[in-house]
């Protein structure tokens, strides 16, 4: 038995430039992307409306990244099957070769056309007489080797005197898809019917059985050129989520928006405080911390971290440090005391300190008052401090809270 050795070039290394050129523009639209993030962060206050734009927007396009890994999966399967039927033409023509001088048998030419001139019909002469055959460009399509040159009448001759080897053929195209195509496999089912009465129907499949479905058919092909001699091909693929192009642009530019996107969510989360377990500042409305934080020790007498707060006498004491309150700062503390979450609108500020909401600088006095109560409290020493913001309401105020 004649053994067969097949030696295929190595085309990877053509791409090699152009993986270079990729990679450099993910690089950079990687850093631009971070870059770009980063300043808007910094110059950005709606950092809520911020994330919730961008958390959508990652996961919109997670999901359209998915999308286009499938359909680039489907592709590149296509492109496989392709690249298969490519290579069994390749391997049919070594094979022939091989079969051809296993059996002593010279190439030879017959009713070969010319290129200009298109025909409609075959003839073939032999022994029993002058066969002819209508020529089908589908066929011709599906045919495995060139219309009308030699190799379709050394086909023939070599199955009217006996019978190649399907199965060497079967094994060069199986070597073939392992040095380009790994973890594909192929096999082969042959029938045939040629005109001097020699016949051959439903022959075994060469090749691994569990591949003899439909559904790893890839295709019939014609040996010759007058239709007699059809092969079927069978092709095991790999799953579709095993072809995913990630080298496509597409992707890799939807891949570069996902990065982009989490590493502003990182960033947005760490600059405003807002990162898990690890808060800022906590607003003593928060349940599990208001009992610790808040304590009533005695009548109006409260304790607000480190500050003591007495209510009759007006009088915050942090340490060995008392200082007198007025009526404006002591009614604003107890109210933040006694507020619910310990929140304070714009307009309860304004009813506690009789002030208009309607005039012009009532703003300006609601920042100094605020200022004057952080300077009792002694907020850069006690952490204890007042911090504008909204509550459920969207209402905007002040919230009284201890720093960390």
């Known amino acids: 038995m004649s053994t067969y050795r097949l030696y295929l070039p190595i085309s990877e290394d053509v791409f090699k430039c152009e993986a270079i050129l990729r990679y450099n523009c993910l690089m950079m639209d990687f850093f631009l992307c971070t870059f770009v993030a980063y300043t808007f962060i910094n110059a950005m206050k709606y950092y809520k409306q911020t994330l919730y734009i961008l958390c959508g927007l990652l996961l919109t396009t997670v999901g359209l990244l998915v999308y286009l890994l499938y359909l680039s999966g489907v592709e590149n399967q296509g492109k496989d099957k392709m690249t298969a039927e490519m290579l069994l033409k390749h391997v049919a023509g070594i094979w022939l070769k091989c079969e051809s001088e296993k059996w002593e048998i010279p190439f030879y ?3 070969a056309g010319t290129k200009k001139k298109k025909r409609t019909k075959r003839h073939l002469v032999l022994s029993e007489g002058e066969f002819t055959v209508e020529v089908d460009s589908l066929k011709d399509e599906r045919s495995i080797f060139i219309p009308e040159t030699s190799e379709n009448s050394c086909i023939r001759t070599l199955f009217m005197i006996g019978e190649p080897s399907v199965e060497e053929l079967n094994k060069l195209w199986q070597e073939c898809l392992d040095n380009r195509l790994s973890g594909y496999n192929c096999g082969l089912k042959l029938v045939y019917k040629l005109p001097n009465g020699k016949e051959g129907c439903s022959r075994a499949f060469t090749g691994n059985l569990t591949f003899d479905s439909p559904i790893h058919k890839l295709g019939n092909y014609y040996l010759d050129d007058m239709y007699y001699i059809e092969v079927s091909a069978y092709l095991s693929t790999l799953s579709v989520w095993r072809c995913l ?6 992707v890799v530019l939807f891949m570069v928006v996902v990065v982009a996107c989490i590493i502003s969510i990182i960033l947005i989360w760490i600059k405003n405080g807002k990162k898990l377990n690890s808060d800022e500042y906590l607003p003593l409305g928060d349940e599990a911390q208001s009992s610790s934080i808040v304590c009533c020790i005695a009548d109006a007498e409260y304790q607000v971290g480190e500050i003591l707060w007495n209510e009759k006498e007006k009088k915050i004491t942090f ?9 404006q700062p002591g009614n604003l503390l107890s109210a933040f005391i006694r507020a619910e979450g310990f929140f304070l609108s714009n307009t309860q500020i304004s009813e506690i300190c009789n002030w208009n909401p309607d005039d012009i600088g009532v703003s300006v006095k609601r ?3 605020m200022a004057q109560l952080r300077r009792l409290l002694m907020s850069d020493e006690s952490h204890v401090n007042v911090k504008s913001g909204k509550n459920e309401m969207k209402e905007n105020g002040y919230y009284l809270c201890i720093e960390k």
């Open 245 to 250: 192009g990630w080298g496509d642009m597409k």
């Open 109 to 111: 030419s017959v009713g």
């Open 319 to 327: 340490r060995d440090i008392s200082l007198h309150c007025s009526n």
């Open 367 to 369: 920042r100094s008052a």
